[in-house]
């Protein structure tokens, strides 16, 4: 069976991408990570230096990071993206 990798360079891939959102929006290092704590419902925090970068914190204490998207012509959904969990997922892996 063949298998497909996502490949790309999310710096690129979002350069002039905006979201207008109500999301609480931070600078994303280690340390503000770890500080984030668990709500009632996911939250969901974006990055201020790379637009449609986040995390999602869950109920559970669960840390994911995402990329926020919308497909070719930017007037769809806006879709989302797991990257991967926190502590096996890396700010240093963001490109």
Known sequence: MARCFLKF???RYLS???VASTEPRVHLTKSVID???SGPKDTLYSDESLAGFGIKVTPKGR???IVLYR???GFSKLRKYTIGPYGQTTLAMRG
Do not use: A, I, N, S
């Open 63 to 65: 840390k994911v990071f």
């Open 71 to 73: 497909t070719r012509d």
């Open 16 to 18: 002039g991408f905006r």
């Open 35 to 37: 500080q984030l704590r």
């Open 9 to 11: 360079d999310l710096q």
